[in-house]
């Protein structure tokens, strides 16, 4: 059984001694929910791969109440400090080199001689940081591959008996995850668009290099950056003029007509709300179009300026084409 643990002092004390147990509970961040468990601790990182029936040891984000505590574990760059100091708390992970002294583990660093931290913009979030003290992983709280989750309930429907507990801190803020930021070479490269958009962080440090997310043949940057994830069990077809009668409408904007059932990121265009409504989205899209003998999920354009890249990225995972399930190897 999963407890489903609410906002509240008792609440977070018992959230905080389960993750200083080793166990694992997942908590609500601006991005989406993350399935935690202390950084620190081999056992309670393999417990997490295990959760998420993650096929392979990809390199998790840790976690932090504050900067200073994220900047023990790796060494920041002058760019580092500079972020850390404008979007921190907030939707951007910096992948920097672990320091000599710093305690993630090597399995939550997947034996890279690099660490992805951050410091999330939620409240609870940061309460429950600060009173375990420790840096906690945390990937998104879902089941290998599948669509992460936005509240609670997405969490149990996917992790109901197989974590120790859920903190319930309602629906997420900005519904997409951060932005990852590579810092460790001579250039910043953006390895996965999320919640700050490029332009913002070029604005700060300038030019960011862009990483291909699939590059056929090569191993990936990002181990999560691998194509197909975020998938629903429907099919999805992205950029739809039109709907066709057997498909589910995940629309933006004016909504095109005759689909069967039709879930709106923004019926006014904005950005933030439709990554906000993504997932929740999809989710509902999955259930609903299924039950209503839908064949696919057809997606209205959106654009791919600020927020849109992070929410382009999503859908074109959860449109392509499904590896057999042992070659998944995603976040
Ligand atoms: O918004 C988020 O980032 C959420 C919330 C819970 O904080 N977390 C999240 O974690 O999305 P996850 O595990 O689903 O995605 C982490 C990504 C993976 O693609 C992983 O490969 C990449 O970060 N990553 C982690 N450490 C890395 C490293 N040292 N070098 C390159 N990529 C790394
Ligand atoms: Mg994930």
């Not at 999963?2 to 601006?30: K, N, Q």
């Not at 991005?31 to 993650?54: C, S």
Request: charged fraction near 20%; include cysteine.
């Amino acid at each position: 059984m999963t407890d489903r643990l609410s906002s509240t002092a008792d609440g977070l004390s018992r959230a905080a001694e389960l993750l200083r147990g080793g166990r694992l509970v997942a908590f609500g961040t601006e991005t989406v929910y993350g399935l935690g468990g202390d950084a620190t601790d081999p056992l309670a990182v393999a417990r997490i791969f295990e959760a998420k029936k993650r096929p392979r040891f990809n390199p998790l984000i840790s976690h932090f109440a504050d900067a200073d505590e994220a900047f023990r574990h790796v060494v920041p760059t002058a760019s580092a400090r500079i972020l850390a100091e404008r979007f921190w708390p907030g939707p951007l992970t910096l992948v920097l080199p672990r320091a000599a002294d710093g305690a993630i583990c090597d399995l939550a660093a997947a034996g890279l001689p690099t660490a992805a931290v951050r410091v999330p913009a939620e409240e609870t979030a940061l309460a429950l940081l600060r009173a375990v003290g420790r840096p906690i992983a945390a990937p998104s709280a879902n089941l290998s591959g599948a669509v992460s989750p936005s509240d609670a309930d997405h969490v149990l429907e996917g992790l109901d008996g197989r974590i120790d507990a859920v903190l319930d801190t309602g629906p997420c803020a900005v519904g997409v995850e951060s932005t990852i930021l590579d810092l460790s070479g001579d250039t910043p490269r953006l390895l996965r668009p999320g919640g700050i958009s490029v332009e913002d962080i070029e604005a700060v440090i300038g030019p960011v290099a862009r990483v291909s997310a699939s590059k056929t043949g090569q191993a990936p940057v990002a181990p999560g950056m691998l194509t197909s994830h975020y998938a629903p069990g429907l099919p999805v077809r992205l950029n739809a003029q039109s709907v066709e009668a057997d498909e589910a409408l995940l629309a933006f904007g004016s909504p095109l007509e005759g689909a069967r059932v039709v879930w709106n990121l923004s019926e006014t265009a904005r950005l933030d709300e439709a990554a906000s409504r993504l997932f929740a989205g999809l989710r509902y899209l999955d259930r609903e179009g299924t039950r209503l003998g839908c064949r696919r999920i057809a997606v209205q354009p959106v654009p791919s300026t600020g927020l849109g890249l992070a929410i382009l990225d999503r859908l074109g995972r959860a449109a392509a084409p499904r590896p057999a399930v042992q070659e998944r190897s995603v976040a």
